[in-house]
């Protein structure tokens, strides 16, 4: 078996299982990929350096073993905060009135893609598969290649991929799309990212789009599909039996005091759709003032890239929302809106979303987004709660039997917040058992075999998409 070498911006370092460390799904499922191939992860250690030496600190926990580098500041403002977080994360998130251009961050982001790949190529042997994961090193291939690599090379983008008349307001865009055609393999989290990704390679680059999805250009093939990634429900299960989920959950039924709770978990992003959310939530408070002090609502938002402008500038925003609508709306004895930024343990959400009667996940874009499948796979099979999804998150393409909504649209929402409140339990019952059934089919295990599968080349294509 050929060892798997993934590579992303971040590296996630094992907790020792013996410390009852939390982790996500997708880092425990990749731990657990590693460990198996007896692999390695590489990636930026999150810290600055004087100078950029290309030392590599590994570590083995676990049985996993990483590697992580020290930036140096400017390659972190170039190349994270800049080229990665202010031109393509709004960019490929349709707002490119957020996007910014600045020839040092495309500089950086070239910069760093190459000390990566000067780093980590001589720890590659010649069988290994290598993974490639997300949008901060797109070109990451096309520079293995340049240092000789022969092995297979795959890409998998976590995000979505922005239709073809937005993404060519991107300076440069061809060579960025260009860069791709190393790799063997490029996946995507749904079929509608896939088909803007296909749009703008036969629209721009004069590139052809087989059946199976390998797209042909200049004579060089590289294959395509989706693969949507999910969590693991059995992993998130037993963090929901932990006595810190227990804990949790006790708490948030208590400060309820018998109220519907809502709950929203979201990294402090515009993407997010979290202003959106607060005006849906207050059109529903004007609309249906017979809930008042019976209902609710904790939105979750850990501050997130705050050296981003942007991102500054939406915590100012939701501070006075939510200040505007609890000085409207409260009594007394009753805030409407509890806004926490702090982020808490997984094990802790575990035992929110089981407390809470609604999960409303409305992002204005988003890759696929996986605290809508964290808060189904949360629920009690007797008693679900409802979740209230956006329909321009890629969880969407499979979790249908959720209230989909516009989540640009207070009207919708507020609706949507009151559908929800009135289901009866046999239509909640009927619902959950459809959603709870597509996030196990599609669960992080599904992704990563699937993945893998196509890149070593014993499958020819992703799985089609099942349809909702
Ligand atoms: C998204 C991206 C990830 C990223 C995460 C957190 O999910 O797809 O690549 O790691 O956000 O963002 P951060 O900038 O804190 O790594």
């Known amino acids: 078996m050929s060892r798997l070498i993934v590579i992303s911006n971040r590296v996630s370092t094992p ?93 950086g982001y070239e910069r760093v893609n190459q000390r990566f790949a000067e780093t980590v190529a001589p720890l590659i042997e010649p069988d290994d598969l290598v993974w490639v994961h997300d949008y901060h090193l797109v070109p990451l291939g096309q520079q293995l290649r340049r240092r000789g690599l022969k092995n297979r090379i795959g890409f998998f983008l976590h ?53 199976d999805g390998t797209i042909e250009i200049d004579g060089r093939r590289v294959k395509t599909g989706a693969f949507p990634i999910g969590i693991d429900p059995e992993e998130f299960r037993a963090a929901l039996a932990t006595d810190e989920a227990r804990q949790a959950y006790d708490t948030l039924k208590r400060s309820a005091e018998h109220r519907k709770m809502i709950i929203g978990v979201d990294r402090l992003d515009y993407s997010k759709g979290l202003a959106e959310r607060f005006h849906g939530y207050r059109r529903f408070l004007e609309e249906h003032p017979d809930w008042s002090g019976r209902v609710s609502f904790l939105q979750i938002a850990p501050p997130s890239r705050g050296e ?78 409802v979740l209230i999804l956006s329909r321009f998150a890629g969880a969407a393409h499979q979790l249908g039997e959720a209230l989909l909504v516009n989540p640009y649209s207070k009207d919708e929402l507020s609706d ?29 295990g599904s992704w990563l075999r699937g993945f893998v599968e196509v890149l070593r080349g014993e499958r020819t294509h992703a799985p089609a998409e099942p349809a909702i």
């Open 15 to 107: 907790k020792p299982r013996s410390s009852g460390g939390a982790q996500g799904g997708l880092a425990v499922a990749l731990a657990a990929a590693l460990r198996e191939s007896r692999g390695l992860w590489f990636g930026w250690s999150g810290e600055t350096a004087e100078e950029f030496t290309g030392q590599i600190n590994m570590q083995r926990v676990d049985g996993v073993t990483t590697a992580t580098v020290d930036l140096e500041e400017q390659d972190v403002d170039e190349y994270y905060n800049g080229y990665a977080n202010r031109t393509l994360w709004p960019l490929f998130h349709y707002r490119i009135d957020l996007a910014e251009y600045d020839r040092s961050f495309g500089s």
């Open 159 to 211: 995000i979505p991929w922005p239709p073809q008349r937005l993404m060519v307001s991107l300076p440069f865009h061809e060579r960025l799309v260009r860069s791709m055609l190393d790799y063997d393999l490029i996946g995507l989290q749904t079929e509608e990212w896939l088909e803007s990704f296909h749009h703008y390679v036969t629209r721009e680059l004069g590139g052809t789009v087989e059946p």
């Open 308 to 385: 981003v402008h942007t991102y500054a500038h939406i915590r100012e925003d939701l501070d006075q929302l939510s200040g505007r609508i609890n000085g409207a709306f409260a009594h007394v004895d009753w805030v409407p809106i509890r806004y926490v930024n702090q982020g808490y343990p997984r094990a802790g959400l575990a035992g929110f979303y089981r407390a809470s009667d609604i999960g409303l996940v409305t992002p204005l874009r988003d890759g696929m987004n996986l605290v809508a499948k964290e808060y189904v796979a949360a629920q009690d099979p007797d008693d679900p709660g």
């Open 416 to 444: 949507a917040i009151h559908a929800a409140l009135s289901m009866e339990r046999t239509e909640r019952i009927r619902r959950w058992e459809k959603l709870i059934e597509a996030v196990n089919r599609d669960d992080v």
